[in-house]
């Protein structure tokens, strides 16, 4: 293990950063409300990795660095001009020499074998310098034969981690998008399991995962992630566990398919009884009356069938809401993206960074909807009951005329 001495294991729950939360959000969506600032023709990234033009301040073309850069770890170390060139984006970085990237640009790059084949190259120094080698065209990395040194020195070195993480970007922006999983998942491993650059792990959940466009992707990582990380306690990137069991206990008593049988079981036996008394007391009436009290029964029947179909509903939609609210989202600044901070600075920036987390105020109001639902229906029965229902008396009256 290559833990630096001077280092001291951090004990305080870890905390999630807003700045990084809203940062990476708009890389993964594009940069929303952004415009291009430069002209279309002005390809500087572009035209220095085809060798045409230095990078500026330091007056070195590309083929120089690749060629006489590569293996001077000193020289990669120390100067820090170098990478905003190497691995361009569409944000301003500290050299404030190096052009940001335009969408032409990006698809013109794309096109360009050469500055594609160099890019490759400048990745792999890069993965050198971090004691990492890309061992096939899918991205797959494994350790180098420099390992131990260089793992060593990225533990203690953390300004590299933003390297790390403009190196990621930079990867998606310029067609690897492929390339960035199998980096972080092999940089999670080490850190997590084998424990050598323990103290890059925190940037690694916080910047390096939430590179990663694809959703699916995240949650993997964040999943593997979950199982290694200790302690298990301070695991913030996912929802705590004891939520998790009480929401999944809370589906299962909430069961509507429980629900709605024993509520058809209590008013089968309160039927049951009703129509005992009904039996019993039946001889002493007379025959127009028996008609007129199975009349109203009957009646009574549908208007509970009725009430049982509402509350039936009304537990389906509570169901839906249970699982809305119980969905194991481990990629919660994913799904969450630190909504309460987003929320906090939409005026600021002009954009809805909470419209991955779904609309929870729909669901309320369908649960709402559903609770009126019985109560509307009941009385809606009860009325028309009362204007089709003819009077007792005036029923018994005209039966008795018409005998006579």
């Known amino acids: 293990m290559f833990q630096n001495d001077d280092t001291t294991e951090l004990t305080s729950k870890p905390k999630r950063s807003f700045y990084a939360a809203r940062d990476l959000y708009k890389y ?15 390809l500087s990234n572009l035209r220095f990795y085809k060798n045409k033009i230095p990078f500026k301040p330091d007056g070195v073309y590309i083929e120089e660095v690749l060629n006489k850069w590569k293996g001077d770890y000193e020289k990669l170390e120390h100067n820090h001009t170098y990478i905003q060139w190497l691995f361009p984006l569409r944000e301003q970085g500290l050299n404030f020499y190096a052009k940001e990237l335009t969408t032409y640009e990006i698809e013109e790059f794309k096109k360009t074998k050469e500055a594609i084949r160099r890019f490759l190259l400048a990745y792999k120094m890069m993965l050198e310098f971090f004691g990492i080698k890309l061992i096939d065209k899918t991205g797959n990395v494994a350790r180098a034969a420099n390992w131990q040194e260089r793992f060593q020195h990225l533990n203690e ?28 998942k092999f940089i999670l491993h080490e850190a997590l399991v084998e424990d050598t650059i323990p103290n890059i792990k925190q940037s690694a959940l916080e910047y390096f995962v939430y590179t990663i466009r694809d959703r699916r992707e995240r949650r993997k990582l964040l999943r593997f992630a979950q199982q290694h990380y200790t302690p298990s306690e301070h695991f913030i990137w996912g ?9 999944k206990a809370g589906k299962k008593q909430t069961s509507p398919v429980s629900s709605h049988n024993s509520y058809i079981s209590k008013h089968k036996k309160w039927r049951d009884s009703k129509n005992t008394s009904i039996t019993g007391s039946s001889s002493s009436k007379t025959a127009e009356e028996k008609k007129v009290e199975l009349s109203r029964n009957g009646e009574e029947n549908d208007q509970r069938g009725t009430e049982t179909n509402c509350e039936a509903a009304k537990q389906s939609n509570s169901e839906k809401h249970s699982d809305f609210n119980s969905e194991e989202v481990l990629d919660s600044s994913d799904k969450k993206e630190n909504i309460s901070h987003f929320k906090k600075d939409k005026g600021k920036d002009g954009e809805n960074l909470s419209q991955d987390c779904g609309n929870p105020t729909i669901i309320e109001r369908e649960s709402c909807d559903s609770e009126n639902c019985s109560s509307n229906v009941s009385a809606d029965v009860q009325d028309s009951l009362g204007k089709d229902k003819p009077p007792v008396e005036s029923t018994i009256k005209n039966k008795e005329e018409i005998k006579s």
């Open 157 to 184: 070195s953390q300004h590299n981690y933003l390297r790390i993480t403009r190196i990621l970007k930079s990867l998606g922006e310029l067609g690897y998008e492929s390339f960035k999983s199998p980096l972080v």
């Open 239 to 247: 929802p705590p566990r004891k939520q998790k069991e009480a929401n």
């Open 28 to 42: 993964r969506h594009q940069y929303p409300n952004f415009k291009d600032l430069r002209y279309q023709n002005d």
